[in-house]
Structure formats: C-alpha cells, structure tokens
C-alpha cells in the first residue's frame, strides 16, 4: 500500500508492457499505450530497453487505420534459454526450453541402481550437460523436487524420495552455477505449467493433481501458485482417505499415494500377475511389470488392469471431493504417465466418486481433463517459475 | 494493470488513510504521510474529508518530537451504525454495531413452528424492528444467510434451511430500505468477523469452522475472504467423511454436516437418553434435550455425552486433515454454541485425528482454537462486510 518509487514503478510497466507483448502475440506501440494508458513515450522508451535486451523484436507492419502503418513486435521466444529440471520422476529429467516453452534439448539420468550417490551430485551433472546445450543466454535454472519445499529460500525441507531435509539445493546451485535458481515444489510447478504452456493456458484457477510414485497438487488461483502457509499448498498426498491397512512412508495408514499411485497398482497388479492371462502373455514375470506394461496390458483389454485403475479412480474422486469442497474450483487437470496413459479406466470412476462425495451444485460443475504436456510438465513448471521470477510474466 | 484515474486514486487513497487510522487506533497527519509516502497537502485534504463525514475525529495531542505536538486522529467508532443480520440459527437474530464491532442492540425473533409463513417475511421484521434503534447514520445492511449465496450479485442460491433459491435477497432489501445491502453465506461472515473484530484480528490466513445445524467454513486468504469459482469456497459440510448409513439432507450419506452437526449429535443423544443417569435427572423426556442441556449434561460429567463429543471431534478431524493437506494453512478457529460450549470434549479428540490422517509437518504446526464472539459471530461478519464494500475496511 506504500507509494512506489520511480525505480519500482518503471520496473512494473516494464513487466507489464512485456506480459501485453507476450499475450497478445503480435501488438503495435500505440496498441500498447491504449491498453495500458502510459504515453506513447513511456511506451516508446521501455520498449527500446526490451529490444535492446533482445527480448522483443518488431516483426513488420500491421494493417493501417489511416496513416503509417504501425510495427508490430512480438517476443523473441529463442532469446533467453530456459533450463528446467525435474527430480520427481523414475529418471532425473531435465531439459532446456525457450520463452514460449518450445523444448530444445532433452536430457536424463537413469538414477537405477545407485542408492550410495547423491542425488545432489546427479543434479549438477544434469545441469552440467544441459548447459553446454543453451543456445542463447541463459535466463536461470528451475527445479521441480519432490517433497515440501521453501521455494522462497529455495531449501527442501524434506523430500522422502531423495532422503534430504532441509537441503539447501537454491544456494548449492547458484554457488555452483553463478546463475538465478527458482525450486518448487514438482507438483506445484506442474500446475504453473498448465496455465502457463498447457492447454489452460490463462486460465486463472485451477488445480493440477499429478499421480506418480507420490501423489501431490498444485493449486493456481489468480494466475499465481497457491503457497500455503508454507509452501505446502495442495500437499494432498498423505490425507488418509482409506481404512485399508496400507502403510505409507509417511508413517501413517491408509493415505491417498500409498493406496493410488502408480507404485500402488503396479504393486497390487505384480501381486496378482498369474490370475492376468494378458499380462502372462506381455511378461514372464511380474518383476517385469513396469508403468508401461502395465497400460499396454490395460489397452490390451486386460480385466484385473481394468479393475484396479477404477480403484484407483475412485480413490482420487475422493481427494477431488475434498478439493471440490474446501476450494470451489472448477477444474481439475490430471498429470502423469498412468492417469494419462490409461485416463479412460481411471476419470469415469473419478467422476462417479466425486460426485457421490461432494454437494451437487459444486461437484456436477467439475471438469476433470487430462495434462498434455506429458513428460515434459515439470521442466515446463520450471522454467515457468523462472519467467515468474527474473521477467515478472505470468 | 490498466492506470488508475484520478477519481480511483483519490478513492483509493482515502481507505488506505482511513485503513491506517482504523489500524493503529491514533495516529497524526505527519504520520499518515510518512506511512502512505503521500504528501501533507493530500493528506491532510483526505483527513479533512473524512473528519467532514464525522468518520474520523481529532482526540488531543500527541507526544511533540521537537516542535508543534501533533493533533492525533481517531475512528469515531459510534459515527455509523451497522445493521447486521444472522439468518442461521434457531432463530433470526439481528444486531445493531459500530464501526468496532460493538454490540449497541441485539433482536431476535424465533422460528419455531410457523413453517407457514415466508422467512422473508420474518427478515423484513428483524429489520423494521433494528431500524429504529440505530442512533448514527446507516451504513447498510449485512446478512449473513445459510446455503449457497452469489455474494456479488447478493443471491441466496440454494438454502436447504430457508428452503430459497435462486432469492434475490440483496436486491429485495436494498429495494424496500434503500440501503447499501451486503448479502454471504453464514460461514463466511463468520470467518471474516473472526479477522476483523475477533481474537485473530489481522490474522491473514485462517478458517473459521462454523458448527450448527449445519456445518460450513470461511476461508480467510490475505485477509479476503476467498469466494472460489462461484462462492462456495469452504462449504465442507457435504464432503463425505463416513461410511455410515446417515442420511444427509442433500440427498447423499455420510456427509460431515449429517453425522457432526449439532442436530446430528442431539439426534443420537435423544435415541440414547434411557442410558444416561445424568440426562434422565436434568429433564423428563428425550425431547425436551435440547443443545444447552447437553452441554450442561456434558459438565456435570455425563459420559455418553462425552463419547458422542468425542465422536464428533473425530468426524471434525477427518474434515481439518483435508482442510489442512489442501491449503496448507494454520489456525482453524471453531464457531457455533455445540464446539465452544464443549470445546474440550471434542477438540483433543479433533487434533488426535487430524494429526493422524495428514502430513506430520503440516498436522503438528495447527492450532484448533475456538472463537471468542459468541452467538454475534455472523452479525459481526455481516457487519465486516459492509465495512469491506462501504468503506474499503479490511
């Protein structure tokens, strides 16, 4: 509420006259002057700064409205490279994306086997290959970890899957890499993707529920992320949602990732493997079950796969009962390998549960759709966050 | 992101000044610039302003710091009076307050057994009746209402209570008393009594949980109360939290308010009445059980009481873990005569389950506090409310 100085005040029209060029495509100087009501010499002078920096250019004339034509601009998209990573998949996966989250260069670390090495020291190698791949300046580093995360301090304060707590992963990478470094939590940074690159692009609230070996949300109101008193907004995973006698990692019973996630079914479906004919047909064990056997075998028609990916629907179409009822959302968009590989086993039951579970007016009203940035949408987040962050766009 | 006109920054800069006022009790001009970074002239502009429309008051001088001592200004709490209305409980219950939130006249009237005539016959009564004993200029009316309400356009939706939908409340009252007219859900008002003139006074983030005849919460982010996609953020009531065959009166079964509410717990105690010594020498019959019997019943150590407490402490607990696992936020404060009359019969039991089925991290940091307004709770919200839309006051 205090009155800001120059310096703040020409940095927001900055920002905000980038955001109008991002949005708007293609956007003339006089457009930009009408819609933002600074004069056409504010506009004039900071968009000079923006194409010196080489983050926009001018693309050519636009149709006159009786006199010159005005020049367009538009953002270059390949002027920053953006270096995204995600730690929260089988594989440390990272890649290098530009300003319109075109993916550049891809590049992974199978982290198989090596229980004794540091999954610290398998980051900086994968940043350590993906720099050498940047073909512009490089805008940052994002990561996407699994875990709770301070993503204002950039600390992880404890992530089961990579055995840290209170890492300071942040202040290790910038040290490291003299670079920006933004960490978020993946799913969180899975839901920024969706409304930053995604087929929900602007689109202000919604909640992106992403299932793989753990179970988490993130939740975007306002075109921002929702933090939470701590950053843990939409840590959904470890509500208890069932009385069956699973135990979670997290030292309770019952919770929604130890009875859905994909390590879940995969290990009820390895527990059954000899009363699956299809299955027996795929695999010559069920140690050789993996994710994609497993939704192969279900499109294959397999009735075990079948049942147990309606258990699984009917479990998330609890926690989107309790979304539906504490947030009032809209929409839910589902991300991961298995409820986006084998969505049509999983969203009916969903959707039947949802509905049975939550106050007609709110739950008929849910949209459940499926992400489709597929692998990519932590690295995506990622790199999302760091637009947040070094040039303010949402 | 557009530039604000004159007029708005005027507006603007007249709540902020009268925020600042509100906030720190006396204040002096030379100090509001200094908060505000605006200069003296319009400071002292706006305070002249303000003083005019006798919402703001000179009190005396303050401390000198080496010249002149400064006039120090006050909120003239008595200038406006606040009508505000509680369509929630047993009975209609309406309350005349000042811009801090005190009580100057209360009214009710009672619902019992006159099913025949239209409630909003019986809002017009509670209204014609407060009107005559505001004793300042009126600065609207608040109504704080049971069901699904479409605050912006001051719309009950859905009330099951009041048996309304789709009533236009807002525009019914503003149409017969030519006041400003604000109208939200009964949980709602709550909470954001509970962030204005409760004990949580500019708390940002919080939950109010309010238990009644129904049960429903207010969610207080930023010090907003946070309305979701149409309103209905915090209606928890109809989450389904147990496998129990109770009918709930939205159609499905076992949702939080039909097995929690204070209807709930009566129900079952009145089935059981036979069983307690304690009940059985307070009153004659079952039906004479009502909510502050119980309650009395419950402190002169009757143990089937206590169990049904504890009972429903569990069911609160399941709906807190969910509350907490999705936004991560930490105080919910407890509403309604059953949870503050017999807090310590259902709050331990509230924690235990709470911590039990969500994240240690973000369970253990929660505080279960129940509120300290009373019965007023949503009067005073209602009165906040008005606050918010008529003067900026957050």
Redesign the interface.
């Known amino acids: ?3 800001a100085t120059q310096q703040q005040t020409k940095a927001h029209n900055r920002s ?1 006259l980038l ?1 109008l060029v991002y949005d708007r495509q293609q956007v003339s100087r006089a457009e930009l002057a009408r ?4 004069t056409r010499t504010t506009v004039s002078g900071l968009v000079a700064e923006l194409i010196q920096d080489e983050l926009v250019g001018e693309v050519g004339l636009g149709p006159s409205i009786g006199g010159k034509p005005p020049t367009l601009l538009q953002i270059v998209a390949d002027s920053r490279s953006l270096l995204g990573v995600d730690l929260a998949s089988h594989e440390f996966h990272g890649a290098v994306v530009n300003l319109r989250g075109q993916v550049q260069y891809r590049y992974s670390i199978p982290l198989k086997g090596d229980a004794e090495v540091d999954p610290l020291e398998r980051v900086y190698e994968l940043v350590d290959g993906l720099l050498p791949m940047c073909k512009s300046p490089i805008l940052g580093i994002g990561i996407g970890t699994p875990g ?1 995360v301070n993503s204002e301090q950039g600390i992880v ?2 992530s089961v899957n990579l055995d840290w707590r209170n890492l300071p992963l942040g202040a290790n990478l910038k040290e490291r890499y003299h670079l920006p470094v933004c960490v978020a939590n993946d799913c969180q940074a899975a839901a920024l993707a969706e409304t930053t690159f995604g087929a929900n692009k602007n689109t202000p ?1 919604l909640i992106v529920v992403k299932v793989g070996r753990g179970i988490g ?1 993130g ?1 975007v109101l306002n075109g921002r992320l ?15 949602i069932s ?1 069956e006698d699973v135990d979670c990692r ?3 019973k019952g919770c929604l990732e130890a009875v859905a996630s994909s390590q879940a079914i995969l290990t009820r479906v390895q527990a059954a493997f000899s009363s699956s004919p299809v299955l027996s047909q795929m695999v010559h064990s069920p140690q050789e079950v993996d994710l994609q056997v497993l939704i192969n075998a279900y499109h294959a028609g397999d009735t075990l796969i079948l049942s147990e990916l309606k258990r699984i629907g009917m479990y998330l179409g ?1 926690a989107f ?3 539906v ?6 929409k839910i968009v589902l991300a991961g390998s298995l409820v986006v590989g084998a969505s049509d086993g999983i969203i009916p039951s969903a959707y039947e549960t949802m509905w ?7 739950g008929k ?1 849910m949209v459940l759709e499926t992400s489709r940035l597929g692998n990519d949408i932590v690295v995506l987040g990622a790199a999302a966050l760091l637009m947040q962050a070094e040039l303010g766009l949402v």
């Open positions: 509420m205090i009155k905000l955001q819609l933002t009501g600074l709770l304060r404890y609230n949300s939740i929702y933090g939470g008193y701590d950053f843990c907004g939409g840590e959904i995973g470890h509500m208890v009385d997290c030292g309770h609890i009962a309790n979304l009822s504490v947030l009032n959302i809209h049975n579970r939550s106050l007609d007016l709110l009203e």
